[in-house]
């Protein structure tokens, strides 16, 4: 099959669309992708790249990368983040129908983290390629807008809710990753439109991977029980509930929090970290993904924490499923799907999300838990992970699901 893919974010940075696009290949499907300027989480544009113009790139020596100009996200605020949504839109607007000439598609695939307005370029060449435009929903919209604060309005949140009907309308198939996404999703949309598709990621390259860690890092993970997050470090993630949980379990030795990673929220959670003397919270920054098995083998347990938002009830963070397949115990801070997933899963165990001590209390339990039954709820995850979750397979359902669409279509 032959596949457009359409992305704001793509390799360098740590998505798992890169993974999916590796798998395609690998199974002999022919995909270009359409993406912008690496700078997530930081807000930089990475080195060897520009913010400006079109550059050509290659991924994993064979895949073509149209990259269009984009304005970083900077250090975060409404002004960047409003510039750097339209500034994908705008260049995928004017470049990409000429980029694009002379080439032909079955399918054109989004992959939409926020912002859903990241579709808006594929609406055109859907009808100018007479393809199947699909769209990986991973981030509800307007809701997601209001969870966060980042718009409060209640007619901005209605307008927004207008463009998100406009673009799944033009829509032909809507991908989503968590069923709890179906009902909201089906107030802007037709519900025959919608799949469940889960996210994955890619073991057997992780496996395969060659990392290093600091030998202080190193020291914390072998020598106490670490409980580790990992990724973005911003507002959805409750970071104020890590914190003080951080204060109520520095009565006892040898439990750490450490949250690696990047993001919005990382200089309020150094400040925190020295305003508050929290020698157990470690902020070792962000790592490439490849490092990530060597730390999560290292783990004491793996946590995952949203805020306590209907919106985020809904979601499976991607993490989980990093998490599952890591084989280590999980600790969820959250309701809803994702902790669902981790009950049914019997790969650990969840509280309520904002709630330190519920949160601390778990986490003592688990440090004290035999390391037989540890084990155990990590064998659990891992094989629920090859049974839901697993790239290949979901690869392979993936381009199934295209080729059925597109035909009754």
Same mark, same amino acid.
């Given at each position: 099959?032959?596949?457009?893919?359409?992305?704001?974010?793509?390799?360098?940075?740590?998505?798992?669309?890169?993974?999916?696009?590796?798998?395609?290949?690998?199974?002999?499907?022919?995909?270009?992708?359409?993406?912008?300027?690496?700078?997530?989480?930081?807000?930089?544009?990475?080195?060897?790249?520009?913010?400006?113009?079109?550059?050509?790139?290659?991924?994993?020596?064979?895949?073509?990368?149209?990259?269009?100009?984009?304005?970083?996200?900077?250090?975060?605020?409404?002004?960047?983040?409003?510039?750097?949504?339209?500034?994908?839109?705008?260049?995928?607007?004017?470049?990409?129908?000429?980029?694009?000439?002379?080439?032909?598609?079955?399918?054109?695939?989004?992959?939409?983290?926020?912002?859903?307005?990241?579709?808006?370029?594929?609406?055109?060449?859907?009808?100018?390629?007479?393809?199947?435009?699909?769209?990986?929903?991973?981030?509800?919209?307007?809701?997601?807008?209001?969870?966060?604060?980042?718009?409060?309005?209640?007619?901005?949140?209605?307008?927004?809710?207008?463009?998100?009907?406009?673009?799944?309308?033009?829509?032909?198939?809507?991908?989503?990753?968590?069923?709890?996404?179906?009902?909201?999703?089906?107030?802007?949309?037709?519900?025959?439109?919608?799949?469940?598709?889960?996210?994955?990621?890619?073991?057997?390259?992780?496996?395969?991977?060659?990392?290093?860690?600091?030998?202080?890092?190193?020291?914390?993970?072998?020598?106490?029980?670490?409980?580790?997050?990992?990724?973005?470090?911003?507002?959805?993630?409750?970071?104020?509930?890590?914190?003080?949980?951080?204060?109520?379990?520095?009565?006892?030795?040898?439990?750490?929090?450490?949250?690696?990673?990047?993001?919005?929220?990382?200089?309020?959670?150094?400040?925190?970290?020295?305003?508050?003397?929290?020698?157990?919270?470690?902020?070792?920054?962000?790592?490439?993904?490849? @490092?990530?098995?060597? $730390?999560? /083998?290292? %783990? #004491?347990?793996?946590?995952?924490?949203?805020?306590?938002? *209907?919106?985020? +009830?809904?979601?499976?963070?991607?993490?989980?499923?990093?998490?599952?397949?890591?084989?280590?115990?999980?600790?969820?801070?959250?309701?809803?799907?994702? @902790?669902?997933?981790? $009950?049914? /899963?019997? %790969? #650990?165990?969840?509280?309520?999300?904002?709630?330190?001590? *519920?949160?601390? +209390?778990?986490?003592?339990?688990?440090?004290?838990?035999?390391?037989?039954?540890?084990?155990?709820?990590?064998?659990?995850?891992?094989?629920?992970?090859?049974?839901?979750?697993?790239?290949?397979?979901?690869?392979?359902?993936?381009?199934?699901?295209?080729?059925?669409?597109?035909?009754?279509?």
């Amino acid at each position: 099959m032959r596949i457009l893919l359409v992305t704001q974010y793509f390799w360098p940075e740590s998505f798992i669309i890169s993974d999916v696009v590796r798998e395609l290949v690998k199974q002999g499907h022919e995909v270009l992708v359409v993406t912008g300027k690496p700078n997530y989480p930081d807000g930089q544009i990475f080195s060897g790249y520009q913010a400006g113009g079109v550059q050509h790139d290659l991924f994993e020596g064979g895949v073509e990368l149209l990259r269009v100009p984009l304005w970083p996200r900077g250090k975060g605020g409404a002004k960047n983040l409003i510039f750097n949504y339209l500034s994908f839109v705008i260049s995928g607007l004017v470049f990409c129908p000429w980029l694009l000439r002379n080439r032909e598609f079955d399918a054109i695939l989004v992959f939409a983290p926020s912002p859903i307005t990241q579709v808006i370029p594929a609406i055109p060449l859907k009808w100018l390629k007479k393809a199947h435009l699909a769209v990986w929903v991973q981030d509800l919209w307007p809701e997601s807008l209001s969870a966060t604060g980042f718009v409060k309005q209640p007619y901005l949140l209605k307008g927004i809710g207008q463009l998100v009907k406009a673009i799944y309308a033009n829509c032909d198939t809507l991908l989503v990753q968590s069923k709890a996404f179906v009902e909201p999703i089906a107030r802007y949309t037709r519900r025959e439109k919608i799949v469940y598709y889960p996210n994955s990621i890619d073991v057997e390259a992780l496996s395969s991977a060659v990392a290093q860690l600091p030998a202080d890092l190193l020291v914390e993970l072998e020598q106490n029980f670490c409980v580790v997050f990992a990724g973005n470090l911003g507002t959805a993630q409750s970071l104020e509930t890590l914190v003080e949980t951080a204060k109520k379990l520095e009565q006892y030795e040898g439990i750490r929090l450490v949250l690696v990673g990047s993001g919005s929220r990382l200089a309020w959670l150094q400040e925190q970290k020295t305003l508050h003397r929290l020698d157990n919270l470690l902020l070792p920054g962000r790592f490439p993904i490849e @490092a990530m098995p060597l $730390i999560f /083998a290292r %783990a #004491g347990a793996l946590l995952v924490s949203l805020k306590d938002e *209907a919106i985020f +009830a809904q979601t499976i963070p991607s993490k989980i499923q990093a998490y599952l397949a890591a084989g280590r115990p999980i600790i969820a801070s959250l309701r809803g799907e994702g @902790a669902h997933v981790v $009950i049914e /899963a019997g %790969a #650990g165990r969840a509280c309520e999300p904002e709630d330190p001590s *519920a949160l601390a +209390a778990l986490i003592y339990t688990m440090k004290n838990l035999p390391a037989a039954e540890l084990q155990a709820m990590g064998e659990a995850g891992k094989a629920y992970f090859y049974e839901n979750f697993e790239m290949s397979s979901q690869v392979t359902r993936l381009v199934e699901i295209l080729d059925t669409q597109r035909k009754e279509r």
